[in-house]
């Protein structure tokens, strides 16, 4: 990564394997403190619950966030946009504003973004702070998830959103100085991109916040493996062959084992009969291909119509586990977990406690590690 540094500390190396080692552990409470949720006691599978900022409101993910963890979810991601991907989700508050309430209210889960852009709404020395401030406020229980972002957010909100390989290398440099700001040591940087001037983070958590990659396309994923902690993605593309081999070649390439790091898999599932798996594919019909021409569209207007235009609903949620039986959705669930990746359930429909429930009575008890 190209930029002059005048700071001193960790090195870029010893810290990502700082927060490999030990950010990524959830906090062993053995009970809820005052206010907060009792988590259910838990001996399997680690699985991931998705709080969808483009449906709900930060309050009602707050509350689903306290249902997760006493249903037996380990850990949540919230959705960090400043506009819905399709009209017709209808919502889009600030994330890292639910993240402080569900650290506030919840014992032992642990919580990111699924992901954050730091590349043209928030500066690298935004992003470093306020996860630093979540990492205080919450002690080893916070990841960020960083990405080269959607022009639904980045182009809509500041007009900027370059081609491929400009948002590519400023990932890589914005991840590089959020590491070196959360030394704590007084830092300029001159970069391709960024600068700072003499910026100093006062309050940092006591363990590393782990950084999480987000990555559909083999250089992206590559990028993952040498500059992030984990990886971030979906199930389909977390079972390419290309894509794994693209992100262990960038660990190996940076000394880390890649077997090693965390992968978190999202997986879109609908608990229920027609009108519910129907509801959930309206909303989220743009996911048969979101990152091709959609993601350079920045209205969530046109996207939608675009995408009614050339998916029918069936085609949508074909490969979604779905119904009320549990053997489909355990199924998908043990096949991510076998494949060593963290499940994430995400859920599009109206009903997200069902969901909740659900997958805490019928499909966490019966997975395995």
Known sequence: MKGDIATGGLSRRRLGALTAAAGLMSAAAT???????????????????????????????????????????????ASDHSQPWQDN???????????????E???????????????????????AQ??????????????????????LNERAATGRFGRYQERHDRLAEAVGLIRTLWTGRRTTFHGTYYQTDQFRLYDLPPRAV????????????????????????GAADFAKPELRDAFAAGARAAGKDPDAMPKFVETMVAVGGEP????????????????????YQPNPVTIQRLAEQRWPLPQVYAKWP????????????????????????????????????????????????
């Open 322 to 369: 779905r119904g009320t039986d549990p053997a489909p959705h355990i199924a998908v669930l043990q096949h991510i977990i076998d494949g060593g990746g963290t499940p994430f359930v995400h859920s599009g429909q109206s009903d997200q406690r069902r969901v909740i429930d659900f997958y805490g009575a019928e499909v966490l008890p019966k997975l395995h590690p």
């Open 276 to 295: 519910d798996v129907e509801y959930a594919a309206e909303r989220w019909r743009f996911t048969v291909d979101a990152f091709g021409d959609l993601l």
């Open 89 to 103: 989700q209808r919502h889009s508050m600030h994330p890292w504003l639910t993240l402080a309430l569900v650290g």
């Open 130 to 151: 306020a996860f630093a401030s979540l990492g205080v406020l919450s002690p080893g229980r916070v990841f960020l998830g960083v990405g080269a972002g959607e022009a």
């Open 105 to 127: 209210r919840t014992s032992t889960l642990t919580f990111g973004t699924g992901v954050t852009c730091p590349l043209y709404r928030h500066h690298p020395a935004e992003v």
């Open 210 to 233: 782990p950084i999480m990659v987000a990555a559909s396309g083999p250089r992206s994923a590559r990028l993952a493996g040498q500059h992030g902690d984990g990886w971030i993605t």
């Open 31 to 77: 009970g809820a403190a005052p206010g907060r949720a009792a988590a259910a006691p838990k001996a399997g599978a680690e699985v991931g619950f998705v709080l969808s900022h483009e449906q709900f409101r930060t309050n009602e993910l707050a509350d689903l966030a306290v249902r997760a963890e006493r249903a037996g979810f380990d850990r949540v991601w």
